[in-house]
């Protein structure tokens, strides 16, 4: 058994790792069952998996998918650890800058709370993403959690309809690709965005704003 060679393999495991921790995510993963097919990869069980309900149950899920990855000679079950391990060799053709800004936002679980706002190429992602972003000491302390290195996955916003951490957020897999610095925005288990940074400015913005503490000032 082998990890993915080809980009159709590559997004089909990254589809399936993804649905194996987030049984729910079953539209994500027979849409790749969908482009693996349409992309040449052939096998009697994909072309099951690509057509199966949405409400198909755990179990029978399970015995697909483990049919599908035998017959396509791929590893299961697959492992989301072990997706960074090539997830990295894509390009990102365009080089992004990114701005972190901590803002005291209000929403309907927080009031004046000190938020960390995402800004790519000068766009507001927190609010594209429709969330609030987090509270800069839960993404900061003790360990700077934005800082590229090995690859990592990164809670970096919560939701709006429950207040609770970790409740429907968005989160960002991160890792040092060469001189770039790569982000991959996960929502609900699916890889919405990718994004490329210089590292260097990027590892200095990180930084920067990891230091500042201007919103621990008290509000009257």
Do not use: K
Not at 135 to 149: I, K, S
């Amino acid at each position: 058994m082998r990890l993915p060679e080809t980009s159709a393999e590559h997004d089909l495991y990254e589809a399936a790792a993804l649905w194996w921790n987030r049984p729910r995510d079953i539209p994500v993963l027979v849409d790749a069952a969908c482009d693996a097919l349409v992309a040449g990869l052939d096998s009697d069980g994909l072309a099951e998996l690509a057509g199966v309900s949405t409400a198909e149950s755990v179990v029978t899920m399970r015995e697909l998918v483990g049919r599908v990855f035998d017959e396509l000679d791929l590893v299961w079950p697959p492992s989301g650890d072990a997706l960074p391990a090539f997830r990295y060799g894509r390009a990102v053709d365009h080089v992004s800058t990114l701005r972190l800004s901590i803002d005291r936002v209000d929403t309907e679980w927080f009031v004046a709370e000190p938020m960390v706002t995402i800004h790519i190429d000068e766009e507001n992602w927190t609010a594209r993403a429709g969330r609030s972003g987090m509270h800069p000491d839960d993404l900061f302390r003790p360990v700077n959690q934005l800082t590229a290195g090995e690859p990592s996955v990164v809670l970096i916003s919560q939701s709006n309809e429950c207040g609770v951490l970790g409740c429907g957020g968005v989160s960002i897999r991160i890792a040092r690709d060469g001189d770039r610095v790569v982000w991959e925005w996960l929502d609900n288990g699916a890889t919405t965005q990718r994004h490329a940074f210089d590292a260097a400015t990027y590892n200095a913005e990180v930084a920067r704003a990891a230091l500042d503490r201007s919103w621990a000032v008290a509000v009257s």
